[in-house]
């Protein structure tokens, strides 16, 4: 067992494999284009707007549709239920995303350069942390905007949570929510970093266990007959 363990923390100090070093450097293209693209869309339709309404989440803004003129008219709506306007300020909890967007580019690029086993797992860790506390905060601000309900509103409706993926009926609208390019770049990025650590580990115990089965096996020596005495 302790030299399984030796072995191991030996096997997370290898370099990375050459083109391991090149998919890491090839897996920031995604993750940089993602800055620039929405990651979310909230869309509402109702006999009064059968064009319907909707609003684009970015790592960094808010916008909504028709000129951002939509969304001027879903916190209008919201106000009338005692909801609270959907604006940068409400989402200023999110301001961190960008910047861990691009610590993970930059740590990306550290392991391609410079990086070891241990750091690629370390890599794949704090992408699994960003993406899942990220996801968690657009979840809870989604269900705390639709429970914090001002009381004193002119319009009375029960606290509910709006749809976080997939449609949903709320009162006459028909609601809508699904990730757009963004998300889907940075789950490639996310793909891209798992399927590079996998591999990793994967051959890494490969290696392992031939070069164990190889040490367990003596080196076998062939001698030639002894020529007859005379």
């Not at 302790?2 to 090149?22: I, T």
């Not at 909801?83 to 967007?101: C, G, K, Q, T």
Request: aromatic fraction near 12%; proline fraction near 7%; hydrophobic fraction near 45%.
């Amino acid at each position: 067992m302790k030299n399984a363990l030796a072995r191991f923390y030996e096997f997370l100090d290898r370099p990375l494999y050459g083109w391991g070093r090149l998919a890491l450097a090839l897996s920031v293209i995604p993750i940089v284009l993602a800055l620039g693209q929405p990651l979310w869309k909230i869309s509402m339709k109702a006999p009064q707007y059968p064009k319907g309404l909707y609003v684009e989440i970015y790592a960094h803004t808010v916008e909504g549709g028709n000129d951002n003129h939509d969304l001027k008219e879903i916190n209008t709506l919201n106000h009338y239920i005692g909801m609270h306007s959907i604006d940068r300020a409400e989402l200023s909890d999110l301001d961190w995303i960008p910047f861990a967007l691009v610590a993970l580019i930059l740590l990306t690029l550290r392991c391609a350069a410079i990086g070891n086993v241990r750091m690629l797992v370390d890599l794949a860790v704090t992408t699994v942390f960003v993406g899942g506390f990220s996801m968690f905060r657009f979840v809870y601000k989604l269900y705390s905007f639709g429970h914090n309900l001002d009381p004193t509103a002119p319009i009375k409706v029960e606290p509910f949570t709006p749809a976080i993926f997939g449609e949903k009926q709320i009162a006459n609208f028909s609601t809508s929510s699904y990730p757009q390019g963004g998300t889907v770049l940075i789950g490639v990025f996310i793909t891209a970093i798992f399927a590079v650590t996998a591999w990793h580990l994967i051959k890494g115990r490969i290696d392992t266990v031939r070069a164990a089965r190889a040490a367990a096996t003596p080196d076998v020596v062939t001698q030639s007959p002894l020529p007859p005495t005379a």
